[in-house]
């Protein structure tokens, strides 16, 4: 191959997957970072909540299927 040309190909947009396999693409893991910090603690601790261990998960459960669902949608 000859590396010196110029590559005029679309590139391919990331797939996915199904929600439970699915990994945050690179150009959206830093604001995923983030936006799970902000919505697991900030926001609970301004409000004065403690959250259990359960809850955790529950609010990260519910907040990686919204973003995936976000995810989704941007790149399509």
Do not use: H
């Amino acid at each position: 191959m000859n590396y010196e040309m110029i590559d005029y190909r679309k590139p391919k947009k990331p797939q996915l997957g199904p929600w439970l396999t699915y990994c945050v693409p690179e150009k959206f893991a830093l604001g995923y970072m983030w936006k799970l910090f902000f919505y697991m603690f900030l926001i609970p601790f301004v409000l004065g909540m403690t959250l259990t261990s359960i809850g955790l998960l529950l609010n990260f459960i519910i907040f990686d299927y919204i973003y995936y669902r976000y995810i989704k949608y941007s790149i399509s």
